[in-house]
């Protein structure tokens, strides 16, 4: 479920998965309104659903529409993953930081928490979801910017230490000493801008990670490999956060292979 969903290439993945393993099932893309967000969860049950996944704008509305939250989601503060229970029930989690964490290990198996500040760009669901896997991977420090600064120190306040949030103003800046910058918002997707951020200041050791996946290799990507820094795409992430929730729903973990990998760059 998201507004929109056309992008989404979780269909791509999961009907990949559901053929594999010769499984009765089907993964469909719903566009759902902000607005019937409430009713189009509730429905899940009652039309056959195992559950579903949820992308912008509604991973964190959803956490007032589900009836139980693992520690995850809670600690977060958004879902991604939705389970039906067999009493028709809904259970919110959140696989996005599995996701993140798994695809920057095999992406950049050399990188290491304790290599420099991790400079986190965007507040919203995803964001949450990376910060909290950042400081349960060991980073000590974590600068949030947000165009909305408001937002941006409320989501500080909320994760606390090593969280601290940095005007946007300052976007260049923060990056001096870092060893990761991640874009987390929509800057660099497809039909819309580039990322507005100068890269001058960033170490060239720096891994600069980007969760956008359409197109492959954002403006903010090319740029960091011209320069000679290390990068990471946003499809690593969205392959490994698909893993939980789909054995959740059929009880069975499945693997990223070569195979799916091109099958998702085919489908782009």
């Keep these: ?136 991977a060991g980073v000590t420090d974590i600068r949030l910017i947000n165009r909305s600064p408001d937002k941006a120190q409320a989501l500080a306040n909320q994760m606390g230490a090593p969280v601290r949030a940095y005007p946007w103003e300052q976007r260049q800046d923060a990056l001096s000493d870092a060893g990761l910058l991640v874009n987390t918002t929509t800057q660099g997707m497809q039909g819309q801008p580039a990322l507005d951020i100068d890269l001058a200041k960033l170490p060239v050791h720096a891994v600069v990670s980007d969760i956008v996946y359409t197109p492959l290799q954002t403006d903010l990507l090319q740029r960091a490999q011209h320069r000679g820094n290390p990068t990471v795409n946003g499809l690593g992430m969205l392959l490994h956060q698909a893993r939980p929730g789909f054995a959740a729903w059929f009880g069975v973990m499945p693997e990223v292979t070569p195979a799916l990998w091109q099958a998702l760059i085919a489908s782009l």
């Design 1 to 136: 479920m998201g507004w929109p969903i056309s992008h989404s290439r979780s269909p791509v993945i999961h009907g990949y998965w559901i053929k594999q393993l010769g499984l009765r099932g089907a993964y469909v893309p719903l566009a759902v309104n902000p607005v019937a967000l409430p009713q189009a969860l509730s429905g899940l049950s009652a039309l056959g659903f195992a559950g579903c996944n949820l992308t912008l704008p509604h991973k964190v509305d959803a956490l007032a529409h589900v009836h139980q939250l693992d520690d995850v989601a809670r600690q977060i503060g958004a879902v991604n993953t939705v389970v039906v229970n067999p009493d028709g029930s809904l259970r919110g989690t959140n696989t996005d930081a599995f996701g993140y964490i798994q695809s920057l290990h095999e992406a950049q198996p050399a990188w290491q928490a304790r290599q420099g500040a991790a400079v986190v760009l965007g507040a919203g669901g995803a964001a949450r979801a990376i910060i909290w896997a950042l400081a349960d």
